[in-house]
């Protein structure tokens, strides 16, 4: 005997039952063999009773919802109609109120992006401004562009005068050598022979070419005159020009830097989303207003129907006035509210089971 009781005692070290290693979801062993086995139970009784007075305000809510739905179904016919249509007019009104105030908020945050600015003093002059200095500044590169292209046209015909001018010198002293040498020539060959033919056709040739090249000098020499007085004419201006641009550039960057933008168009862009964002702020306040306005008509109607103890019941009417407002509504609310009920009391359960073991637990750690 004392052989099997050895053997038995060992499996045993080997193993723990499940029961006495967990109780209720709680790991026992591990708490014990825990350095401060006080500590990790204040733990899980604290997070225990968090979730308690987490789920208790749920099942009263729950609670107070069904007797809402029982309140509401004893109301007279016309009183049930009349509540009806103000709850269709309040979850409307909420959703559009939600809808005014995010778009609001998304236009107010892009706005926020831009700074400080006064919109309603300042957005409309400086967009005046702006968008006038772009039209200057058109102006003005269309004058530069214009009196550049006139500048290199006046340097490309300059070029061109000046070879001409160029080839005139060169014929009119190749006409020379030819005299010259058709002089010598012909001296040489009057001794000989008749040189009458070829010394007219000698006269001839170099003065006409002679002429000719007098001729296209004089004209090259005045269109090279002509040319620089407009060279120096066009300079003039495309100087005053420039100066031009760097002013309005310099104006337009300091705008753009200020404002962050790159076109007045983007400026006229901003100053429409803050006008969009006003009206819809007004149109948030309106809502807000008339869905004010409804919650009292709907607060007026039941508390002469209801207790003065069951006041709170409004509240809950107004939070459920989606399942009010359409036909067949409170048939799904109280099927939501009853399913909800059997998952709350199922939980509530579970935590006060649980906080039964922890008890447990701490009287039999002894702690």
Same mark, same amino acid.
């Given at each position: ?83 009806? /249509? ?21 236009? /107010? ?28 500044? /058109?102006?003005? /590169? ?226």
């Amino acid at each position: 005997m004392g052989i099997f009781t050895k053997i038995k005692e060992k499996l045993q070290s080997f193993w723990t039952p499940y029961e006495v290693t967990y109780l209720g979801g709680y790991d026992a062993k591990a708490l014990k063999e825990s350095e401060n086995p006080a500590a990790r139970l204040a733990e899980w009784q604290a997070e225990n009773e968090e979730q308690l007075a987490e789920i208790l305000p749920r099942i009263r809510r729950n609670e107070r919802g069904l007797l809402m739905l029982e309140r509401f179904g004893k109301f007279p016919e016309r009183k049930r109609v009349l509540l009806e /249509q103000l709850a269709r007019q309040y979850s409307t009104l909420r959703v559009q109120k939600q809808d005014a105030k995010h778009s609001h908020q998304e236009m /107010q945050g892009y706005l926020s992006q831009s700074g400080e600015l006064s919109y309603d003093d300042d957005l409309p002059r400086v967009l005046k401004l702006i968008e006038e200095n772009e039209l200057e500044f /058109q102006k003005v /590169q269309k004058d530069l562009s214009y009196l550049e292209g006139e500048k290199s046209a006046l340097e490309y015909e300059f070029g061109r005068n000046q070879m001409g001018l160029m080839i005139t010198r060169i014929v009119l002293y190749m006409m020379i050598i030819v005299s010259i040498l058709g002089t010598i020539v012909l001296f040489l060959l009057s001794k000989r022979q008749d040189i009458f033919l070829p010394a007219v056709i000698l006269i001839l040739t170099v003065g006409f070419f002679g002429v000719w090249s007098i001729v296209f000098r004089r004209y090259f020499r005045s269109a090279l005159d002509k040319n620089v007085k407009l060279q120096q004419r066009a300079v003039k201006l495309l100087n005053k020009v420039k100066l031009k641009y760097v002013r309005y550039r310099s104006l337009l960057d300091y705008e753009y830097q200020k404002f962050e933008i790159n076109s007045s168009e983007a400026l006229e862009l901003r100053y429409e989303i803050f006008l969009n964002e006003k009206n819809q702020r007004r149109r948030y306040e309106d809502l807000e207003k008339q869905h004010r306005l409804v919650a009292l008509d709907i607060a007026r109607e039941m508390e002469t129907m209801l207790p003065e103890k069951e006041e709170d019941l409004i509240d809950l009417f107004l939070q459920d006035s989606d399942y009010y407002a359409n036909p067949g509504g409170c048939d799904k609310l109280r099927d939501r509210l009853i399913a909800e009920k059997e998952e709350l009391r199922r939980r509530l359960q579970e935590l006060e089971n649980a906080g039964n073991v922890l008890a447990k637990m701490k009287t039999m750690l002894h702690l």
